[in-house]
C-alpha cells in the first residue's frame, strides 16, 4: 500500500477547503453533493453515509485538540471510486470513533467512495498513515488554496508511500 491509493481516487474538484458547517451531517452533505457532481456517487450516498455516521461514528481524535473523520458507506451507493476532502474554516463535531458518547473536533474531513472492501481498507490504512503526521495535517486543514493542500498532502504521504507506485 502506497499513497497512491489516496492520491489516485483524489480528484481536485473534490476538495473542498475552509468549509464552514454547523455540523457533521452539513459537512458529510457538502462531501457527498461533491461526489456527486463529480460522477462518483449516486444521490443516494448523502442519507446513507449520515446514516452510518450515526450508527458507527468514524472522528479519530488526534493531539492537542485537532481531529478528523472519516465518514462512508456501502458500495451499492457509489458509482465509482473516489474520495473527497473538506478543510473546515472552525471545527466540527464528529461523535468519536473510539467512544460514540463523546465528539472530537474534526478540522478535516475524508469521505470515502469505494465499491471495493478491500480497497476501503487500504484507504483508511493509508488516512491513518497520514494521522502519524500531525504538522501536515494541520497544515492542510490551513491551507488557503489547493496548491497549500496538495504540498501538505503530498508531505504527509512521503513516509507512507516510500516512494513506490
Known sequence: MTQ?????HLDPQAV???VKAPNADAVIGVLADRLAAIGVVAQTWKAAAIAREAAMPTGLPLADDFAVAVPHTDPEHVLRAGLAVATLETPVAFRSMDDPDATVPARVVFA???RDKHAQIDMLQ???GLLQSPEQLTRMASAKDSDEFFAALD???EP???GEQ
Open 4 to 8: 497512491f491509493v489516496l492520491k489516485n
Open 16 to 18: 473542498c477547503l475552509r
Open 112 to 114: 470515502i467512495a469505494l
Open 126 to 128: 493509508t488516512i491513518a
Open 155 to 157: 508531505q504527509a504521504l
Open 160 to 162: 507512507i508511500g516510500g
